[in-house]
């Protein structure tokens, strides 16, 4: 009875040491396929920040991402195989603010190039306004004039107007006539001009489609007040008196 015993024990030790063996067999392939799945794996990231690192090289200027930025700064861009959305916007962004600055500096001319007046021209500023306005010395002798009076917004409205009726780009008519309602037509700018309630709601109307004559009734307004209220103002200035005798005693000389 106790061979039959130890006979059955040894059975049932050698059987769970086959089985034992058998499992240990199993985990160690899984372990070799495990590894075998993991390196290509590893293979491609190494592969990928190789590419990172090279793209990284290769553009100049280019600053290394934060740590304290997060994932929003390091993968801003780091593997843009196509165009990159955020790249594209900030183009389009600096293409029209590009736009904005020379419609901007259009828009708010320096003083214009002109010969230097004779003094018959100079004289003929006294016969009419318009032939003062038609000058462009005298364009720039009486925005002089106004701006001792604190009233060149007047002068550089009207301008602003005359270089829109030139333009034929619709995209910078648009951008120009934007500038120009921001700059002397909104109530919140320091060079608001002086418009009567009836020309502002035209001017609003015709902001929805803006047009090279956007302007116009506005333009033509502030021409009557320049004319009507510092026109006779400017012919008793010393700005005018001054340039008048500087051309009297030129030309007097032998």
Known sequence: MWRRFSTQVRARQYAEGCQATEIIQIENERKNEGLQLLKPMGSERMEMRKRQTSV????????????????????????????????????????????????????????????????EEVQSWSQSFDKLMKSPAGRNAFREFLRTEYSEENMLFWLACEDLKKEVNKNLVEEKARLIYEDYISILSPKEVSLDSRVREVINRNMLEPTPHTFDDAQLQIYTLMHRDSYPRFMNSTVYKTLLQSLTDTSSEP
């Open 56 to 119: 990284q090289q290769e553009m100049p200027g280019s600053a290394q991402p934060q740590q304290g930025a997060g994932n929003r700064a390091s993968n801003a861009c780091c593997f843009c195989w196509c165009c990159c959305c955020s790249c594209s916007w900030n183009e389009d962004d600096e293409r029209a603010r590009r736009m904005s600055q020379e419609a901007r500096g259009e828009s708010l001319p320096n003083c214009e190039e002109s010969p230097k007046p004779t003094l």
